[in-house]
T-cell receptor, first 116, second 116 residues
C-alpha cells in the first residue's frame, strides 16, 4: 500500500532563512506523482508544487522547490527566503492511480512557524 | 473564477443528529473528491465522483455516510446519525480531466464538524 511519512510535526525558521520539510513515500508503482499543499490558519488547502516520478529535474515554483531523491523515496520541500506568511501546515501527498481510482494519499503534516 | 466552496464552515451537532455538508466544485471540473482529517491525523480519502457517478467510495467509513452529486455539479455528504468519532475537518476538492498529466486537486476551505 502507498504511504506518505512526514516525521516533523513542527518546524521553526527565522524570516529570510531557508527551511526543508521532510517527506518520504512508499509505493510499488513505477509511475506516481508527488504534491505539496499548504494549509494556512484560514483552512483552505493551497497547491504548491508537483513532481512526477519520471521528471528528470526537481520541480521549482518561485520560492518553493522539491528535492526529489527517487532512490531514497524522498520528496522534501525547500522554502527559500521564508516569510511570515509561510507559517502554516504543510502536507505532502502522493497520487494513487488505478483503473478505477484517482486519489491523494496524505502525510500527517508539518506545522511551520516563521519568526521575525 | 470562483474556487471550491464548502458550506457550512463550521457545524456543531449532538450525537445522533444528522448533518449535511455541501461542496460546490470549480465550474467545469468533472472530478470531485471528499477527504477528512481527524484531529492530529493524516487527511484521508473518502470518495471520488466523476461527474455524477461514484468512481471510488472505498474510503467511506460506514453506511452512516451518504454522498451524492446530482447532475454532476455540487455534492452533498450526509452523516446520519452522527457519532463522536465523526468529528474532524471535511475537505472537498475538484480537478479537471483525469487524463491530463498533472491534475492537481483544488481544495475548499473545509467544514469543521464537531459532534458532542
Amino acid at each position: 500500500a502507498q504511504k506518505i511519512t512526514q516525521t516533523q510535526p513542527g518546524m521553526f525558521v527565522q524570516e529570510k532563512e531557508a527551511v526543508t520539510l521532510d517527506c518520504t513515500y512508499d509505493t510499488s508503482d513505477p509511475s506516481y506523482g508527488l504534491f505539496w499543499y499548504k494549509q494556512p490558519s484560514s483552512g483552505e488547502m493551497i497547491f504548491l508544487i508537483y513532481q512526477g516520478s519520471y521528471d528528470q529535474q526537481n520541480a521549482t515554483e518561485g520560492r518553493y522547490s522539491l528535492n526529489f531523491q527517487k532512490a531514497r523515496k524522498s520528496a522534501n520541500l525547500v522554502i527559500s527566503a521564508s516569510q511570515l506568511g509561510d507559517s502554516a501546515m504543510y502536507f505532502c501527498a502522493m497520487r494513487e492511480e488505478s483503473y478505477n481510482t484517482d486519489k491523494l494519499i496524505f502525510g500527517t503534516g508539518t506545522r511551520l512557524q516563521v519568526f521575525p | 473564477e470562483a474556487g471550491v466552496t464548502q458550506f457550512p464552515s463550521h457545524s456543531v451537532i449532538e450525537k445522533g443528529q444528522t448533518v449535511t455538508l455541501r461542496c460546490d466544485p470549480i465550474s467545469g471540473h468533472d472530478n470531485l473528491y471528499w477527504y477528512r482529517r481527524v484531529m492530529g491525523k493524516e487527511i484521508k480519502f473518502l470518495l471520488h465522483f466523476v461527474k455524477e457517478s461514484k468512481q471510488d467510495e472505498s474510503g467511506m467509513p460506514n453506511n452512516r455516510f451518504l454522498a451524492e452529486r446530482t447532475g454532476g455539479t455540487y455534492s452533498t455528504l450526509k452523516v446520519q446519525p452522527a457519532e463522536l468519532e465523526d468529528s474532524g475537518v471535511y475537505f472537498c476538492a475538484s480537478s479537471q480531466d483525469e487524463y491530463r498529466d498533472i491534475t492537481e486537486a483544488f481544495f475548499g476551505q473545509g467544514t469543521r464538524l464537531t459532534v458532542v
